[in-house]
């Protein structure tokens, strides 16, 4: 997939730069895909990992960064004695600072894994650097404070996610006074038709494979509790200003239809394609522009059939706590956000059962005052009570966890 390298030398002042936060991910690598065979006009400012610097190596050589951060303090150190790159090497979180910061950047592509997306795009929205957002725990997070700075810093934040960019592609040259609603497809994730029982013992294994998407492993299981449309509900409020109340979510088991917006006038515009990510992530690349691509084409016939259904909010309650925490406001989604990331890490090391994730969450929502209004301050603060409250909830339901 990779038709050929951007040599150095073809770099030209001018150039739009984009430093993409945790390029080692799922939207990190696929970003590189695209931008090597679609955007060979961008420059790579910074790529960003945790650990995986053998992965970090290789996109080095291959789009020839300025320069690179390692969070982790050992794989940095190790990182600095094999490579051979030649450019800029930092560490942490205030190198991820950093490099989302850098004045040269004029798009950075936040796709960090969870909270640890706040800080690092924050920085970016203080310089006015127009960010692609694919990490939504940002907005679930800190939508007030976010939304508020990157309008003061005149910085656009375009949508990745796929249901956001579809919503996005529907409301090109319509008016914000003609959005009725906002209609959010879900695929309903790996446990659809699953009964209570079948979900209260089902492993980490089995929620690992989603039927649609290839995705990280929280989004996964995110996407097993219907956490992930819980949490793209909040996004789509702060992306697109529309409130809890007009929007809906739908169960689309087929993910063709990847969002649909409903105006005044009563029409609906829906966006269609293969459920691929490469396709929003090229939309955030050329946007405003529809830029030509070699993505494989949708056959409609092929697909045949779409199917339509009402999210089950008794089997699947992450979904009806995060519509709960928006409506509260504050920090109540932060509180969501940060029990629901410790919650899904234990059910991953396999220390919880599946139905202890909606617990754990209501839980820590039910014993923590969300602020009003919240600073960077508060919602550390919050978010950081948060993951120490989930971290120590026991179950008192004694789920069965077949490894
Ligand atoms: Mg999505």
Not at 34 to 60: F, K, M, S
Request: with cysteine; charged share 20%; glycine share 6%.
């Amino acid at each position: 997939m990779m038709p050929h390298t951007v040599a150095p030398e073809s770099k030209q002042a001018g150039q739009p730069t984009i430093t993409i936060l945790g390029s080692t991910g799922s939207i990190g690598s696929q970003t590189i895909e695209v931008l090597h065979a679609h955007h060979p006009h961008y420059r790579v400012g910074y790529l960003t990992t945790n650990t995986r610097i053998d992965e970090l190596e290789q996109q080095c050589a291959l789009v020839h960064p300025n320069g690179v951060v390692i969070s982790d303090e050992t794989a940095w150190k190790t990182f600095r004695e094999q490579t051979s790159f030649k450019g800029r090497i930092l560490c942490g979180e205030e190198g991820l600072v950093e490099a989302s910061a850098d004045e040269e950047n004029t798009l950075v592509m936040s796709s960090l894994v969870g909270f640890s997306g706040v800080v690092p795009t924050l920085a970016a929205i203080r310089k006015g650097i127009t960010i692609a957002l694919a990490n939504k725990e940002t907005l679930v997070s800190a939508g007030e404070l976010i939304t508020a700075e990157a309008q003061r810093y005149n910085a656009p934040i375009i949508a990745v996610d796929s249901e956001h960019s579809a919503i996005l592609q529907c409301l090109m040259g319509e008016q914000q006074e003609a959005i009725e609603k906002l209609i959010i497809t879900a695929s309903g994730g790996p446990f659809r038709t699953f009964t209570q029982e079948q979900l209260d013992s089902a492993t980490p294994q089995k929620a690992l494979k989603h039927p649609n998407w290839t995705m990280g492993a929280k989004i996964t299981i995110d996407s097993a509790t219907l956490m992930n449309k819980g949490l793209e509900v909040i996004e789509a409020r702060w992306l697109f200003g529309i409130g809890p109340e007009r929007i809906d979510v739908v169960v689309h088991p087929q993910s063709i239809i990847h969002s649909m917006v409903q105006f005044t006038d009563g029409s609906v515009k829906a966006q269609l394609g293969l459920p691929d990510m490469k396709l929003p992530i090229h939309y955030a690349l050329g946007f405003p522009h529809r830029t030509p691509s070699a993505f494989p084409r949708m056959d409609i016939s092929a697909i045949g059939t779409m199917t339509f259904e009402q999210p089950d909010l008794q089997r699947f309650p992450c979904l009806r706590l995060a519509f709960d925490a928006l409506r509260t406001g504050g920090t109540a989604t932060t509180i969501l956000n940060a029990a629901n990331e410790v919650a899904v890490h234990r059910f991953l090391r396999g220390a919880i059962g599946f139905t202890d994730i909606p617990r754990i969450v209501e839980s820590t929502l039910d014993t923590i005052q969300p602020a009003e209004h919240p600073s960077l301050q508060d919602i550390l603060e919050h978010d950081r009570m948060a993951r120490a409250y989930a971290a120590e909830y026991q179950s008192h339901h004694h789920s069965i966890i077949t490894p």
